[in-house]
């Protein structure tokens, strides 16, 4: 971590030995507009999108403000991104941004950070989700300081976000919503609330607290959140407030929120069935397989598809054969998430197409932006790769029926979403649409003269899309096929164009129906208690569709063939579709003048900090984080003393600052360091050194998993003593230069690493400018693998080797539970250190749950490992070791067994029982308990 680096200057950004990276691949130019108790911050590309979200957020404001009863005192600060992708390079959080994250409310500075889609409805019930974290954390801020009360127990997830979710809406339920609680209830999935804790942080957990809160304002009044937040402080916990405010137990409310459920969803069983019922299943062992393409399908019957899938921890494209429900061969294509070039792969929201049985097109990030990909399914390779940077999200591309084009529906810097067709030969990008509608789901009609697609121009606040075409050649206007009050997606036609399918939510739902070329008529193919995402046709007689049903996302094959007593569905007539263009969208009718972003650093944290350096001094301390509102400017300060009582001479003092507003991040201090017990387990002898100077350094990522780090550090050196273990006494000038390589693509689960390999090489060069021995040399090498051998078994694997060279060359430590075990911390230490590492880690219990009468206890997974350490040390003097059986430069090894649980990833308590020795002799067993690291 920077702030315990930040007071040791040397090698400063060679710290941080792994973790992957958080690319800024361009700096923007940021602009503000400020209105009230709002200001709104956006690139130039964006004022459209940004006087949007000014509107939206006004009227959020005005009614928040009376729902809550509550007003701000300093304008709600909202950062708005064109694409996700943009979200993810931000610096308002230093954590990485998921693929399933819209939008976040910041805490310490009351930030809003919000992504686009190119959809303005779900921006504007994003804008009005957030604001509702806002409205709220702010509102119980101030009631508990207002009691006095600053150490509370905060809401449980899921009533902070199930309010959010409620109160933001601006009518029923959403489709989603729908489909989660439909299939929760009708296939006994509902959690029961004292038991939220199973799905913390799903969908469901959001659905279903969304559901709770909704029937909490309409049982008991629609500001009765409000005034539970009002009155937080009365209760201990958010158990003891119902009980205190409703005369209800988590139990009660439990039951009589799901009794409700189940009086709603019932009745609907007699209309609707299950996949099972209705389809025959491709893989009935999947649980994540979505946006299916059909490959072929042979006279034995045997299905050949494609599919975006989860597996062991990734999203990637996999290929199925399925016979009779079997699936007699199953084959991962693309993994995402492990390489620059497929950095993520969107999981629901662009589908697959494969031409002629062996042409895949797919979307995967690489770099700043989204490519086409197109894959010969016979070869087993890509053979084609397609961009255009200023297209920055891409969605379902289709190649036309001569090979020739690729369609695709596309956001722009500016968060809008078009259509696009690019010629594959000559790079030639041909825009097709040009408004502020959502328009998606793109597909070629047989004859390659037409693109039909899905959007939201008829319905643009609403969100509601409906189906259209468009000439291929961009002449001509956009033309409506099917429109109606539902939502209407997905159309692809059929082999001969004489048929097209479509997904709608007539029933709730997103359920498949078709619609014949000719005659108009709509009807029907499933009716399905969950939903569908992503379907292909097989022939004229079934399809294969992605179905949601029991929590689990699996690919099912239907009939075409019309049923007895299946009714048509009649469109319903609607006016000639209209294009609103980018200059009649609805936007404030006067907004302020947007004006320059100035940097304005504020305080982030104060913390103690207390350093563990064998080789530095150890006190307390305390350290400041200071950043702008964007996070692009960071400035840290330390003070510590190396002493036990305060001394000016003894005063350690470091600031430093750094940019991640572009590519090259860069980093600049000065420190003051004052050395003086000497931390050791060797000796006794105690010195004085203090050193004092100036550090720059720059680090590129490369793309999330590679970065180049370079720094120099200056400084002078005043050292009063020498023992041996470091030079002469005596005073000079430092001139060092370090740099290091990173490579990290490990998966990571709770538990730990999971999956991949990591490696650092560093090197570094200390020069004495006065030519008086101090001269050094130092080599770092790390490597780190792991295998999941069996379902969460890992394999774990690590070689270290470090060395230093000169007249004052380092010494590097080893012992305790972080890399050699069975001695103590820092007990063995040499000038060169070769260090190895296997252990075999192992699920033991994945949930540890205890019951109490006031409440329960949960506790995190405990897992087990049998390990092998080895090492071997050299120095200069030929003592490596306190222990003088082992005092000397032979190998050493130590193996065991270990329990761990985790407190939060890497970070774990554990327990281990070692044995050393040096393959001669054996030191008894020892046990060891500690808070510490995986490698």
């Not at 949007?52 to 959020?60: I, Y």
């Not at 969803?265 to 389809?279: D, F, I, S, W």
């Not at 105690?686 to 050193?691: A, K, L």
């Not at 206890?857 to 030929?878: C, V």
């Amino acid at each position: 971590m920077l702030l315990t680096a930040l007071p040791l200057a040397s090698p400063a950004f060679a710290q941080r030995l792994f973790g992957q990276n958080k690319v800024v691949y361009e700096g923007h130019e940021w602009l503000v507009l400020h209105e009230g108790m709002l200001d709104v911050y956006f690139y130039p590309a964006e004022e459209d999108l940004a006087a949007f979200t000014l509107q939206v957020a006004r009227e959020a404001y005005a009614d928040y403000a009376e729902w809550f009863d509550f007003e701000f005192e300093e304008p709600i600060p909202l950062i708005l991104y064109p694409t996700h992708h943009d979200l993810k390079q931000t610096h308002v959080i230093p954590n990485f941004v998921s693929e399933g994250t819209a939008g976040f409310t910041e805490f310490i500075k009351g930030r809003i950070a919000l992504r686009g889609t190119g959809n303005r409805s779900d921006l504007r019930h994003l804008i009005r989700h957030e604001m509702v974290h806002a409205f709220m954390l702010s509102e119980l801020s101030y009631t508990m300081n207002e009691q006095g009360i600053f150490d509370y127990e905060a809401p449980p997830l899921w009533f902070i976000e199930g309010l959010a979710e409620s109160v933001a809406r601006e009518g029923p339920p959403t489709t989603q919503a729908e489909m989660i609680l439909r299939d929760a209830v009708l296939n006994d999935g509902l959690v029961p609330i004292p038991q939220m804790w199973r799905i913390w942080g799903s969908f469901q957990m959001y659905k279903q607290g969304e559901s709770i809160i909704d029937f909490m304002r309409l049982q008991f009044g629609d500001n009765t959140p409000a005034l539970l937040l009002d009155h937080w402080y009365l209760g201990r916990d958010f158990r003891q407030l119902l009980r205190i405010e409703l005369d209800l137990d988590y139990e009660e409310l439990d039951l009589i929120w799901r009794s409700s459920l189940k009086r709603r969803y019932y009745p609907r069983l007699t209309k609707l069935g299950t996949a099972e019922e209705h389809g025959a299943a491709l893989d009935p062992e999947a649980w994540f397989d979505t946006m299916p393409a059909v490959v072929t399908r042979d006279s034995s019957l045997s299905l050949r598809a494609v599919t975006v899938s989860a597996s062991k921890g990734t999203i990637g494209l996999w290929s199925m054969v399925s016979v009779n429900g079997e699936v007699i061969a199953r084959k991962r294509l693309i993994e995402a998430g492990r390489e620059a070039r497929f950095e993520t792969m969107p999981m629901l929201r662009s589908g697959l197409d494969v031409r002629d049985g062996r042409w895949l097109c797919f979307v995967a990030k690489n770099g700043a932006t989204d490519r086409i990909y197109v894959y010969d399914l016979q070869e087993g390779e890509v053979i084609d790769e397609l961009y255009d940077r200023n297209l920055i999200e891409v969605s379902s591309p289709a190649l036309s029926p001569d090979l020739g084009r690729i369609v695709f529906s596309a956001l722009s810097k500016g968060g809008n979403s078009d259509l696009y067709i690019l010629d594959v030969d000559s790079g030639e990008l041909l825009q097709l649409t040009d408004d502020v509608h959502d328009d998606v789901d793109c597909a070629w009609h047989p004859d390659g003269r037409t693109v039909v697609f899905a959007s939201n121009r008829d319905d643009p606040l609403g969100g509601r899309h409906s189906i259209y075409q468009i000439d291929a050649s961009g002449a001509g206007e956009v033309t409506p096929l099917i429109t109606s009050v539902y939502d209407d997606s997905t159309p692809r036609w059929n082999a001969d164009g004489t048929m097209l399918g479509f997904l709608s939510d007539r029933k709730g739902t997103p359920n498949l129906y078709t619609m014949q070329a000719g005659s108009g008529e709509v009807q029907p193919v499933t009716r399905l208690i969950g939903g569908i995402f992503g379907w292909d046709f097989v022939d004229d007689d079934s399809v294969v569709a992605s179905v949601f049903e029991r929590r689990r996302f699996r690919l099912f094959e239907f009939g075409l063939a019309t049923r007895a007593g299946r009714k048509s569905a009649a469109l319903l007539p609607m006016p000639p579709s209209r294009t609103v263009a980018r200059d009649e969208a609805v936007v404030p009718a006067t907004i302020p003048p947007a004006q320059s972003y100035a940097v304005d650093l504020g305080l982030d944290f104060v913390q103690s900090v207390i350093a563990l350096d064998p080789d530095l001094p150890y006190g307390t301390g305390a350290s400041f984080g200071f950043s702008d509102l964007l996070g692009a400017h960071q400035v840290y300060a330390h003070i510590s003393s190396a002493g036990q009582d305060f001394k000016l001479v003894d005063l350690s003092l470091g600031l430093s600052y750094s940019n991640f507003g572009s590519r090259w991040s860069r980093h600049v201090g000065v420190f003051r360091i004052a050395v003086r017990p000497r931390l050791t387990v060797f000796r006794d002898t105690r010195f004085s050194e203090v050193r004092t100077g100036a550090f720059f350094g720059m680090t590129y990522p490369l793309s999330r998993y590679r970065r180049l780090t370079i720094s120099t550090v200056w400084r002078r050196l005043v050292r009063d003593q020498t023992f041996g273990l470091a030079g002469e006494a005596g005073n000079t000038w430092l001139a060092s230069l370090f740099g290091s390589f990173v490579h990290d693509n490990v998966l990571w689960d709770f538990n730990g690493q999971r999956r991949g390999w990591r490696w650092n090489v560093t090197v570094g060069e200390s020069l004495d400018l006065l030519g008086r021995g101090f001269d050094r040399q130092t080599v770092q090498f790390d490597w780190r693998r792991y295998h999941e051998i069996l379902p969460r078994s890992i394999l774990a694997l690590r070689a270290q080797w470090k060395a230093s060279f000169g007249g004052d060359s380092e010494f590097f430590y080893l012992g305790g539970p972080n890399d050699f075990r069975g001695v103590d911390w820092f007990a063995l230490r040499g000038q060169q250190t070769l260090l190895g590492n296997i252990e075999l880690r192992v699920p033991l219990i994945d949930r540890l749950a205890l019951g109490f009468p006031f409440g329960g206890m949960n506790f995190p997974p405990i897992r087990g490992a049998i390990f092998h350490d080895f090492a071997r040390l050299t120095s200069a003097s030929g003592i490596t070791s306190i222990n003088p059986n082992f005092n000397d430069e032979r190998w050493l090894g130590s193996f065991g067994m270990s329990l761990t649980m985790t407190l939060f990833p890497p970070l774990v308590v554990r327990s281990d029982w070692a044995r050393v020795h040096d393959y001669d002799r054996m030191l008894n067993w020892r046990y060891d308990f500690s808070i510490s690291f995986l490698y």
